[in-house]
């Protein structure tokens, strides 16, 4: 017996240690009202779980053969009360579940702009095989499998895909979002808190698809400044549209880089360019 309560307590210890860094340890308004919705749906779910689980107990002891007072009715077919009680609880659970769940989801919409005193950050996101590409059109830089952010500045993503549809997921941030070829997505975050969080793709997408991973530097206005003007004086290459053909190709496990300038216009060229395959492949099935 001592055993088996040791082997559950740890077990019980194993699975809330990987809480950590997860959608139940929010570094921003988004994932924090995330895990609202979760708790409050809990909560009004448990409302009826634990209720049932007491009966269905309180039942089976009454009704056991040793209590001679339990009434035997092998008759009864009907009850208007327990009805009631059965019809009535379900429903309101789901009322007010669904109202959580739909009050919550329009007041963290993607599209929606954050709240803030401070100008928000735009950066442009391409899915690619198998790697993520971050473009800063406001500073003219661009990285790979890198995403660095001040802190309390609120972020503005349009998202695509170089091809197959994937999923930009940074579960300590919140929302997760789909990316697709010829069309712009719209996501808004925000790092609460300095530190580094683990980005995924969480849609699969193909052999490299384990290692879509990204790190998320969420660092000091101050030091998010010195980082850009560090990328933007480096050595590196320029992002143009032939380096973006190169990078296109699927590849795995690359490494993290920058690129210290951009073309312009790169991110829409990438999205028409998907929206012109999107409209040619019937053409090309017919032939």
Not at 242 to 265: C, D, E, H, M, N
Request: hydrophobic share 45%.
């Amino acid at each position: 017996m001592r055993s088996g309560t040791f082997v559950s307590v740890l077990l019980g210890l194993v699975a809330l240690g990987g809480c950590s860094e997860g959608v139940l340890d929010p570094k921003g308004p988004i994932a924090e009202g995330e895990r609202q919705i979760l708790f409050n749906s809990l909560g009004i779910m448990l409302a009826i779980v634990i209720p049932t689980i007491l009966a269905t107990l309180g039942v089976a002891f009454w009704f056991r053969s040793s209590n001679r007072r339990a009434r035997y009715r092998p008759d009864f077919a009907y009850s208007g009360r327990l009805e009631m009680i059965v019809w009535s609880i379900p429903a309101m659970t789901v009322l007010l579940v669904g109202g959580v769940a739909w009050i919550g989801s329009h007041d963290l919409d993607p599209r929606k702009p954050l709240a803030s005193d401070v100008a928000p950050l735009r950066v442009q996101v391409v899915s690619l095989d198998w790697k993520w590409l971050f473009i800063y059109p406001d500073h003219g830089i661009a990285t790979v499998n890198q995403l660095t952010v001040p802190v309390g500045v609120p972020v503005s993503f349009e998202l695509t895909s170089s091809g197959v549809m994937n999923s930009f997921f940074v579960p300590q941030l919140g929302s997760q979002i789909y990316t697709m070829a010829g069309m712009t997505t719209r996501l808004q975050l925000q790092a609460d808190h300095a530190g580094t969080y683990r980005g995924l793709s969480a849609n699969f997408s193909g052999d490299g698809f384990a290692d879509m991973r990204f790190a998320v530097d969420a660092v000091p206005a101050r030091e998010f400044q010195q980082w850009v003007q560090a990328v933007g004086r480096a050595t590196g290459p320029v992002l143009d549209a032939a380096a973006y053909g190169g990078l296109a190709k699927p590849s795995r496990a690359l490494p993290p880089q920058t690129y210290r300038a951009v073309a312009p216009g790169l991110f829409d060229s990438i999205v028409n360019a998907g929206m012109h395959d999107h409209h040619a492949s019937p053409q090309r099935a017919e032939k």
